[in-house]
């Protein structure tokens, strides 16, 4: 839920949530160029590049969502294995580009599913697509929000909103863009790599960003009305956007972040922030883990994790979408056990002598 008034909220994420990080990681072990898992034609003798380049992820993916305590239910989600071939496109060199999402819509849930249904074919559709995946994607999430406040005549719809979180798969890269506070998650043996930025007010950067454009932050709420401070819709608040749809406070371009699969880079789990509300990233990765070495079934596992956050006493929305890319279950890790040497002091071996002499006189 991001819609608020001037009441003072605590921002609950972690520090690295809130933190400055680069749209562009590099992980110091693995190969970072534009887009080179899908343009790379070179051959290199270098044996853990080698290693790199045999793996070739095999996406499965699930989904599962709840209403929660809410009276409606504004979360929607898509999975789609080939983008192209869901338009009507053929594939690049008969390579499959995978689509994922989660909306977590506010004031209704006109915009979540105008995204939803919209969102994947102006990236398809883009001339650029998909070779240079960044520019469309991000071009394509300023469109969609361009065109859902030409389109949508219907004041119901215009006055709502929807935080946006995409992943697409294409090759061994692995493409995520996020515009509001829904998160993207990565289980690298077993280690939980966070793969987006929550926008926040309490964010140091996207205040920075906020208060160039003439906004403010107002008791945590962005211009005193928002939890977010990216987000497609919300055309209907005034001071929010300008028409141009990137230059107001509140802006639908998304952060993206772009890796390399290996071997070791296990699934991606992307939840609506009502999922991380009561997880957090180490601890959704742990219980993802445990469940799919148990059964190895990537619906099933989405649904206990929700079922899991309802226990926990999440009271929004709750959205899972999960991506495997084994078909394996992930490996269980021993963690070997340390040899400690115990010793006692002089002291308290006197102290045992002078109880064992106790003991026998």
């Given at each position: 839920?991001?819609?608020?008034n001037k009441q003072t909220i605590v921002c609950v994420e972690k520090l690295e949530a809130c933190g400055e990080i680069a749209q562009m990681e590099k992980s110091p072990d693995l190969p970072q160029s534009h887009m080179e898992g899908i343009c790379e034609n070179t051959v290199s003798t270098d044996g853990k590049q080698n290693q790199l380049t045999s793996f070739?992820?095999?996406?499965?993916?699930?989904?599962?969502?709840?209403?929660?305590?809410?009276?409606?239910?504004?979360?929607?989600?898509?999975?789609?294995?080939?983008?192209?071939?869901?338009?009507?496109?053929?594939?690049?060199?008969?390579?499959?580009?995978?689509?994922?999402?989660?909306?977590?819509?506010?004031?209704?849930?006109?915009?979540?599913?105008?995204?939803?249904?919209?969102?994947?074919?102006?990236?398809?559709?883009?001339?650029?697509?998909?070779?240079?995946?960044?520019?469309?994607?991000?071009?394509?999430?300023?469109?969609?929000?361009?065109?859902?406040?030409?389109?949508?005549?219907?004041?119901?719809?215009?006055?709502?909103?929807?935080?946006?979180?995409?992943?697409?798969?294409?090759?061994?890269?692995?493409?995520?863009?996020?515009?509001?506070?829904?998160?993207?998650?990565?289980?690298?043996?077993?280690?939980?790599?966070?793969?987006?930025?929550?926008?926040?007010?309490?964010?140091?950067?996207?205040?920075?960003?906020?208060?160039?454009?003439?906004?403010?932050?107002?008791?945590?709420?962005?211009?005193?009305?928002?939890?977010?401070?990216?987000?497609?819709?919300?055309?209907?608040?005034?001071?929010?956007?300008?028409?141009?749809?990137?230059?107001?406070?509140?802006?639908?371009?998304?952060?993206?972040?772009?890796?390399?699969?290996?071997?070791?880079?296990?699934?991606?789990?992307?939840?609506?922030?009502?999922?991380?509300?009561?997880?957090?990233?180490?601890?959704?990765?742990?219980?993802?883990?445990?469940?799919?070495?148990?059964?190895?079934?990537?619906?099933?596992?989405?649904?206990?994790?929700?079922?899991?956050?309802?226990?926990?006493?999440?009271?929004?929305?709750?959205?899972?979408?999960?991506?495997?890319?084994?078909?394996?279950?992930p490996v269980r890790i021993t963690v070997p056990r340390s040899r400690v040497r115990r010793s006692i002091s002089a002291e308290g071996l006197h102290s045992l002598r002078c109880l064992l002499e106790s003991q026998v006189l």
């Amino acid at each position: 839920m991001v819609l608020g008034n001037k009441q003072t909220i605590v921002c609950v994420e972690k520090l690295e949530a809130c933190g400055e990080i680069a749209q562009m990681e590099k992980s110091p072990d693995l190969p970072q160029s534009h887009m080179e898992g899908i343009c790379e034609n070179t051959v290199s003798t270098d044996g853990k590049q080698n290693q790199l380049t045999s793996f070739v992820p095999a996406a499965r993916s699930g989904e599962w969502s709840d209403i929660g305590s809410r009276d409606h239910m504004e979360d929607t989600h898509v999975c789609i294995t080939d983008l192209a071939e869901k338009f009507g496109y053929s594939s690049l060199g008969g390579e499959a580009v995978s689509f994922y999402g989660v909306f977590d819509g506010h004031g209704g849930k006109g915009a979540a599913n105008f995204v939803r249904d919209n969102l994947p074919r102006l990236i398809v559709e883009d001339a650029d697509f998909p070779l240079k995946l960044e520019k469309v994607v991000t071009r394509s999430f300023l469109q969609t929000d361009i065109q859902f406040a030409k389109m949508c005549t219907l004041q119901s719809m215009l006055s709502s909103g929807t935080t946006a979180l995409t992943a697409m798969i294409f090759g061994r890269s692995l493409l995520v863009a996020n515009a509001g506070d829904c998160r993207a998650v990565l289980s690298r043996l077993g280690t939980a790599i966070e793969m987006s930025r929550d926008h926040r007010p309490c964010c140091i950067k996207e205040r920075r960003r906020i208060e160039s454009l003439g906004g403010y932050v107002d008791d945590g709420f962005l211009n005193g009305q928002l939890g977010v401070t990216r987000a497609i819709g919300d055309w209907h608040i005034e001071g929010m956007k300008e028409a141009g749809g990137s230059d107001g406070p509140l802006s639908a371009e998304p952060e993206l972040k772009l890796i390399t699969l290996t071997k070791d880079d296990e699934f991606l789990i992307i939840g609506s922030d009502g999922i991380w509300d009561v997880f957090t990233n180490q601890n959704a990765v742990d219980f993802a883990r445990r469940r799919l070495q148990e059964h190895n079934d990537v619906k099933i596992c989405c649904k206990e994790l929700v079922e899991e956050a309802v226990r926990r006493g999440a009271v929004d929305n709750l959205t899972i979408v999960l991506i495997c890319f084994h078909l394996e279950p992930p490996v269980r890790i021993t963690v070997p056990r340390s040899r400690v040497r115990r010793s006692i002091s002089a002291e308290g071996l006197h102290s045992l002598r002078c109880l064992l002499e106790s003991q026998v006189l």
